[in-house]
């Protein structure tokens, strides 16, 4: 499906009247069912509160959200959310978090109680996956920081949503860990292709997974740019670090360095 999601010349100011914070103005955005888009900008350009306008927790002050060719006017629920802290529920197991969403999305809350077996087969193949599947009963402290991010991948993709959204799922992890990630959601995309919008900081990490990668200007945030990334899939860690990537980057980095100058 095209424009899957789709804004068009979209506005949010925080605030009750004219003196609240202009976050975004004039965004037009659009993303193809099961197609992965990467978004960058300068630091407090409007990445995260993006993300909001998209699934629903904020409406938009001005302009229209389309997601699946619907307005919308409320929190989605065909989306799975990852950010850059797990947020794991230290008193459940990995398998109990990862199950956590099913208690709270429909249709999947009506059925959990007569199909838990089921639910659990299907969070025990995702954790075998993203190489899980022996911590199922293990608890969040007892799992690296890395372990944690892959959990809470699982977790945002329990429910099968239609859209993913992952805002720096990866920023505070070391730079190995970071990359033995992208594989991980790589492969998972790959088995599953929903739709991705991921909000990163990280250009390498923006070239090697996405289709396409949007860039924003400084706040009030708008998109002042955009490249589709033409590397085949699967993708190999080494292809980050040839000249098509390595050009890319750079052109990524001069576009938000002007848009940082432009303040």
Same mark, same amino acid.
């Given at each position: 499906?095209?424009?899957?999601?789709?804004?068009?010349?979209?506005?949010?100011?925080?605030?009750?009247?004219?003196?609240?914070?202009?976050?975004?103005?004039?965004?037009?955005?659009?993303?193809?069912?099961?197609?992965?888009?990467?978004?960058?900008?300068?630091?407090?350009?409007?990445?995260? $509160?993006?993300?909001?306008?998209? $699934?629903?927790?904020?409406?938009?002050?001005?302009?229209?959200?389309?997601?699946?060719?619907?307005?919308?006017?409320?929190?989605?629920?065909?989306?799975?959310?990852?950010?850059?802290?797990?947020?794991?529920?230290?008193?459940?197991? $990995?398998?109990?978090?990862?199950?956590?969403?099913?208690?709270?999305?429909?249709?999947?809350?009506?059925?959990?109680?007569?199909?838990?077996?089921?639910?659990?087969?299907?969070?025990?193949?995702?954790?075998?996956?993203?190489?899980?599947?022996?911590?199922?009963?293990?608890?969040?402290?007892?799992?690296?920081?890395?372990?944690?991010?892959?959990?809470?991948?699982?977790?945002?993709?329990?429910?099968?949503?239609?859209?993913?959204?992952?805002?720096?799922?990866?920023?505070?992890?070391?730079?190995?860990?970071?990359?033995?990630?992208?594989?991980?959601?790589?492969?998972?995309?790959?088995?599953?292709?929903?739709?991705?919008?991921?909000?990163?900081?990280?250009?390498?990490?923006?070239?090697?997974?996405?289709?396409?990668?949007?860039?924003?200007?400084?706040?009030?945030?708008?998109?002042?740019?955009?490249?589709?990334?033409?590397?085949?899939?699967?993708?190999?860690?080494?292809?980050?670090?040839?000249?098509?990537?390595?050009?890319?980057?750079?052109?990524?980095?001069?576009?938000?360095?002007?848009?940082?100058?432009?303040?």
């Amino acid at each position: 499906m095209k424009n899957f999601v789709h804004l068009d010349r979209v506005a949010l100011r925080y605030g009750e009247d004219n003196e609240g914070t202009l976050a975004l103005q004039n965004l037009s955005f659009q993303v193809d069912r099961s197609e992965f888009v990467a978004v960058v900008g300068p630091s407090g350009c409007g990445k995260s $509160t993006l993300m909001k306008v998209v $699934t629903g927790l904020w409406p938009p002050t001005m302009g229209r959200v389309k997601v699946g060719g619907h307005e919308v006017d409320r929190p989605l629920s065909i989306t799975g959310m990852a950010f850059q802290n797990p947020t794991l529920l230290p008193w459940r197991t $990995t398998i109990s978090n990862i199950m956590l969403p099913l208690e709270i999305v429909e249709p999947h809350r009506s059925k959990l109680k007569h199909d838990r077996a089921s639910y659990e087969e299907s969070g025990r193949k995702l954790l075998e996956l993203v190489g899980l599947e022996d911590f199922a009963g293990h608890f969040p402290w007892q799992l690296s920081g890395g372990m944690q991010q892959r959990a809470s991948l699982c977790r945002a993709l329990i429910h099968e949503p239609a859209l993913l959204m992952l805002d720096e799922p990866f920023a505070a992890l070391d730079m190995f860990t970071r990359e033995e990630l992208w594989l991980v959601l790589q492969e998972l995309w790959l088995a599953r292709r929903p739709t991705v919008i991921l909000v990163t900081h990280d250009l390498r990490e923006a070239v090697f997974l996405a289709d396409r990668v949007y860039v924003m200007s400084a706040r009030p945030g708008s998109i002042i740019a955009e490249r589709k990334v033409e590397l085949p899939r699967p993708r190999e860690l080494a292809m980050s670090y040839e000249p098509f990537a390595v050009n890319m980057v750079h052109e990524l980095r001069e576009h938000i360095s002007a848009a940082r100058s432009a303040v």
